[in-house]
Nanobody, 123 residues
Framework: QVQLVESGGGLVQAGGSLRLSCTASGTIFSINAGGWYRQAPGKQRELVATFSSGPFTNYADSVKGRFTISRDNARRTLYLQMNSLKPEDTAVYYC?????????????????WGQGTQVTVSS
């Protein structure tokens, strides 16, 4: 199965920027759809941004105009560029990806989640 590994989280001051990356392991043919989600302490996981082939993108109202989701199939990576960060953006961010990979004997579809990366925005 395909594993997604996130990176790029950290501590940043309000108004700053971070770029999260989510790289898929294995022989990936394409990442056709995916998204970023986040979960703050004591809260449910919520959608941040999604994309699908087209390309079509969708953003939570709270991040529109500040965050940008993108995909690089050559690098097997999803990105989330986060600008003008606010303390309320503090959360663990998770990526999700769906696409096609080679199992060793055939091409198959996958849908996987990353392990999460912490983003902390100080005021």
């Amino acid at each position: 199965q395909v594993q997604l590994v996130e990176s790029g989280g950290g501590l940043v001051q309000a108004g700053g920027s971070l770029r999260l990356s989510c790289t898929a392991s294995g022989t990936i043919f394409s990442i056709n759809a995916g998204g970023w989600y986040r979960q703050a302490p004591g809260k449910q996981r919520e959608l941040v941004a999604t994309f699908s082939s087209g390309p079509f993108t969708n953003y939570a109202d709270s991040v529109k105009g500040r965050f940008t989701i993108s995909r690089d199939n050559a690098r097997r990576t999803l990105y989330l560029q986060m600008n003008s960060l606010k303390p309320e953006d503090t959360a663990v961010y998770y990526c999700n990806g769906e696409g096609t990979y080679f199992s060793g004997t055939s091409w198959r579809s996958f849908s996987s989640w990353g392990q999460g990366t912490q983003v902390t925005v100080s005021s």
